[in-house]
């Protein structure tokens, strides 16, 4: 992955330097050069349609695991899409304030998308979302209709649960297809990265390389201010953890998380920290790992950034349902997209054909992705590690409020041992046995003392819920017993 990476940016100077000299001759390159990138983007549209479709379908299906984890799932889930509501939101918002650094590479696509956008309404949004044909969904490609439709049938999956493990068999056999085919199409990334960036150095000059700066320190405030801001209040709203003593323990996995790119890779040293902080493994495990596969606060932040700045340099002012179904499909497909090689590009040209922008696009953002991956790959690990805390602290106080009202009702209904002066809920297997030689009763074995108590604590269970049930139909109402004892006094 790092000589990949190392490739992608000498591909990247190599087109800057000779777009650059040949200016003069861009519709040389337009002709000749710029077809390659072309073919490059074809076989990744071709490839990557199927594969978010199998993916969101897995992504969706998978959350049945949730149920057998109930309430750690569900907090999990409902924590992750506010996190990356908030981080969309953040993203959406802050690029928006920072359009007037971008700079506009041609009016003539403007033209074209605006002609295509100019009645499209927020209700039309909406209605959009819904495939009416499912074969003309995959014929003409509508990303977003693809996604919902895989979204209904993940759930209807889950309902139907082992009645359709074939089927579940076979589109995790399909996924596998699918990601080795784009393995396969991304080992051309390097010198496809040359034949994109190449033609658009040649067209526009290097105006644009001083707003990838610019594009850069924009997506490293928001992650910044996502983690301190919006993390630190999580913590310190639902956990009793401090968000400083959080970063510092968190921090081996920051920096490898940092330096590798790697959410995933990151999962058994992130486990490692959260342990320290306090957090139960069996919480910690499941959390990450979930996280991994849905959580994506930080690709989130860089796509609603990246996508502005190429609408931006295209000319393209996106409108309210624009980015409405930029949002949706930011949120949607981190459930599936997760564990994609080179997954920032593949989810950027399904965002960019979800609000229609040129696909071509990807070429101003794929030499310097490395950076951005960075960043957003310590916001995912950050994420979860703060899920996971949060969990932990819930599933804590839970189980010490079941304790406590357990004992409370086990005071209030059962009695206290005249022999051992204790009261029976307490009494342990050695109490037993010194009960037996005060009382000089019978030997019993350690087997039936255990299983005297066991009989005890029956019959107090047993005595509770009839105690609970007399009081249900009203045999210990104290207005009743009020009114009787004041009858009585009349009389």
């Not at 790697?262 to 320290?276: D, E, F, N």
């Not at 105690?467 to 104290?478: I, M, N, P, S």
Request: with cysteine; glycine share 6%; aromatic share 10%.
């Amino acid at each position: 992955m790092f000589k990949q990476n190392v490739s992608i940016l000498i591909s990247a100077i190599l087109a800057i330097a000779v777009g650059y000299f040949c200016q003069d001759y861009s519709q040389v390159i337009n002709t000749y050069v710029k077809p390659f990138g072309t073919i490059f983007l074809n076989l990744l549209l071709w490839m990557v349609v199927p594969f978010i479709f199998v993916s969101i379908i897995l992504g969706v299906s998978s959350l049945r695991d949730v149920k057998s984890v109930r309430s750690i799932g569900v907090k999990s889930i409902v924590y992750f899409f506010v996190t990356t509501v908030l981080a969309v939101l953040g993203g959406i918002c802050i690029a928006l304030s920072c359009e007037n650094f971008f700079p506009k590479l041609t009016y003539h696509m403007a033209e074209q998308v605006s002609h295509e956008t100019a009645n499209f309404s927020f209700i039309d949004a909406i209605v959009n979302l819904f495939p009416s044909n499912f074969i003309e969904v995959f014929y003409k490609g509508n990303m977003i209709q693809i996604i919902v439709a895989a979204i209904f049938i993940g759930i209807a999956m889950i309902i139907l649960g082992k009645k359709v493990s074939g089927l579940a068999k076979f589109i995790m056999d399909l996924n596998l297809v699918f990601s080795t085919i784009l393995k396969i199409i991304l080992k051309a990334s390097p010198i496809a990265v040359f034949f994109l960036l190449c033609p658009i150095i040649a067209e526009y000059g290097t105006s644009i390389l001083g707003s990838l700066g610019v594009v850069v320190l924009i997506a490293y405030v928001c992650y910044i201010l996502h983690a301190v801001i919006i993390y630190s209040l999580f913590l310190i709203a639902f956990s009793d953890v401090k968000p400083w003593e959080f970063y510092k323990y968190m921090f081996p996995a920051i920096t490898f998380a940092f330096s590798s790119t790697s959410s995933v890779g990151t999962i058994p040293l992130s486990m490692q920290c959260t342990r320290k902080i306090g957090v139960d493994n069996k919480i910690s495990s499941f959390v990450l790992t979930m996280g991994a596969t849905v959580n994506m606060d930080g690709t989130a932040i860089f796509q609603s950034i990246a996508t502005i700045f190429i609408a931006f340099c295209y000319g393209v002012d996106l409108t309210a349902p624009q980015l409405f179904i930029l949002a949706f499909t930011i949120i949607i497909t981190s459930i599936g997209t997760a564990g994609i090689p080179s997954g920032g590009v593949l989810m950027l040209s399904i965002i960019l054909t979800s609000v229609g922008l040129p696909i071509e696009g990807i070429a101003i953002i794929i030499g310097i992705d490395r950076i951005f991956d960075m960043g957003r790959s310590v916001i995912n690990v950050l994420g979860d590690a703060t899920c996971a805390v949060i969990v932990d602290c819930s599933e804590r106080k839970k189980e010490a409020e079941y304790q406590e009202k357990r004992e409370q009702e086990l005071r209030d209904n059962v009695g206290v041992d005249p022999t051992l002066g204790k009261p029976e809920y307490m009494i342990t297997p050695e109490d037993l046995l010194k009960k037996q030689k005060l009382n000089a009763g019978p030997k019993l074995s350690p087997e039936d003392i255990i299983k005297q108590q066991r009989e005890a604590k029956l019959q107090q269970e047993q005595q509770a819920q009839m105690a609970r049930k007399e009081k249900a139909d009203g045999y210990y109402d104290d207005d009743l017993v009020i009114r009787i004892d004041l009858d009585d006094d009349n009389k």
